[in-house]
Structure formats: structure tokens, C-alpha cells
T-cell receptor, first 109, second 116 residues
Framework: AQRVTQPEKLLSVFKGAPVELKCNYSYSGSPELFWYVQYSRQRLQLLLRHISRESIKGFTADLNKGETSFHLKKPFAQEEDSAMYYCAPPDNYGQNFVFGPGTRLSVLP | KAGVTQTPRYLIKTRGQQVTLSCSPISGHRSVSWYQQTPGQGLQFLFEYFSETQRNKGNFPGRFSGRQFSNSRSEMNVSTLELGDSALYLC???????????????FGQGTRLTVV
């Protein structure tokens, strides 16, 4: 079955340290991949999508087809980055997103 | 423009009862998806509706059902509630579902259902 994994349930880093949130997928072809973020008491919202190759709030994510990964990276974490992060590739038929289990990022002062 | 609106925000029900949750998508969006969010299971996909038709369904029992109206508003119903149904239920709207690449989903604030 097609699936996505986020191996870390919780990731803690200090402010200013680099952060990498891992996401691996098992899909054939070229999937459309997204990262969504949920800050405390806020709606789940799109952070970035790989097709646009953009950087949002200092975060970037590169699709590595060889490793089937779409890790989210930021060189210098900020306290306001503390949130729940979900990797979201499409399901087998691209009809809907099956979200990864999520990683809670905690940026310590 | 107005965002995705879910009502009610909070709900407390007893086991065995049924509940209906409502989601009003962003104007012009034809796809509405529903998710169950719990600390242990994360985001679990329930189903997606597009132009009043259920287009995709997750692995939930038949007690979970939904529908979509001609104005794209959607309702989700859970019958014979169980304690394990306690969760935050989120709906997401998008122009054409996630079928199209580069399509963003907009989420509501969710309905927190507590079953006692």
C-alpha cells in the first residue's frame, strides 16, 4: 500500500539550530508533495508544496526520488516554528491526501 | 473571502447517540474532505465529496457517513457513537480536491467531539 512515514513523533531543537523534519513516501512516479503545519490553536494550513520550489518562513523541502524522501529543512529554527508538521503526498490515485503521522517540533529558547 | 466554517465548534454526546457535523467550504470550492484528528492516530482521512458525490472513502466503519449539498456545504454523520469517536473532526475544501497537482487545501478550525 502507498504510504508516507514521518519517523519522529517529537523533535526538539534549540533556537538557532538547524532543523530537519523527515518524510519518506512509497509511491511510484512523480508524486505531488506538500507540507502542512498546525500551530497551537490555529488551523491546519499549507506550508509549502514541492512543485513550486518555494521557501516559506525559511523552510525548504526537496523531493529526492532516489531516496523517496521529502524532508523539510530550515537552517536556523525560531521559537515560533514550534508546531505540528504533516507531510502530505497523494494517495494511490491522487484523489486525496493521506497525511503522514506528523512530527511535533519544539524549538527551545 | 470567508474561510472554511465548521459548526458546531464543540460537542458533547453520550455513547449510542448520533451526531451531525457541518462544514461550509470556501465559495467556489467544490471539494470537501473530512478528517479525524486524534493524538494517537494523527490525521485520518474519512471521505471526500465533490459535486454532491462521494468520490473517495477512507477506512472507517459504516457508522461514519456524509453528504454534500448543491451549494457544496457538507455534513458528516456518526451514528451509534463510541468512546473512541472522541476526536477533532476537520474538514478541508479545495477547488477540485487533491486530484490536481499544486492544489491547496483549506482547513476549518474543526469540531471537537467528546463522547462520554
Amino acid at each position: 500500500a502507498q504510504r508516507v512515514t514521518q519517523p519522529e513523533k517529537l523533535l526538539s531543537v534549540f533556537k538557532g539550530a538547524p532543523v530537519e523534519l523527515k518524510c519518506n513516501y512509497s509511491y511510484s512516479g512523480s508524486p505531488e508533495l506538500f507540507w502542512y503545519v498546525q500551530y497551537s490553536r490555529q488551523r491546519l494550513q499549507l506550508l509549502l508544496r514541492h512543485i513550486s520550489r518555494e521557501s516559506i518562513k525559511g523552510f525548504t523541502a526537496d523531493l529526492n526520488k532516489g531516496e523517496t524522501s521529502f524532508h523539510l529543512k530550515k537552517p536556523f529554527a525560531q521559537e515560533e516554528d514550534s508546531a505540528m508538521y504533516y507531510c502530505a503526498p497523494p494517495d494511490n490515485y491522487g484523489q486525496n491526501f493521506v497525511f503522514g503521522p506528523g512530527t511535533r517540533l519544539s524549538v527551545l529558547p | 473571502k470567508a474561510g472554511v466554517t465548521q459548526t458546531p465548534r464543540y460537542l458533547i454526546k453520550t455513547r449510542g447517540q448520533q451526531v451531525t457535523l457541518s462544514c461550509s467550504p470556501i465559495s467556489g470550492h467544490r471539494s470537501v474532505s473530512w478528517y479525524q484528528q486524534t493524538p494517537g492516530q494523527g490525521l485520518q482521512f474519512l471521505f471526500e465529496y465533490f459535486s454532491e458525490t462521494q468520490r473517495n472513502k477512507g477506512n472507517f466503519p459504516g457508522r461514519f457517513s456524509g453528504r454534500q449539498f448543491s451549494n457544496s456545504r457538507s455534513e458528516m454523520n456518526v451514528s451509534t457513537l463510541e468512546l473512541g469517536d472522541s476526536a477533532l473532526y476537520l474538514c478541508a475544501s479545495s477547488l477540485d480536491g487533491f486530484r490536481v497537482g499544486n492544489t491547496e487545501a483549506f482547513f476549518g478550525q474543526g469540531t471537537r467531539l467528546t463522547v462520554v
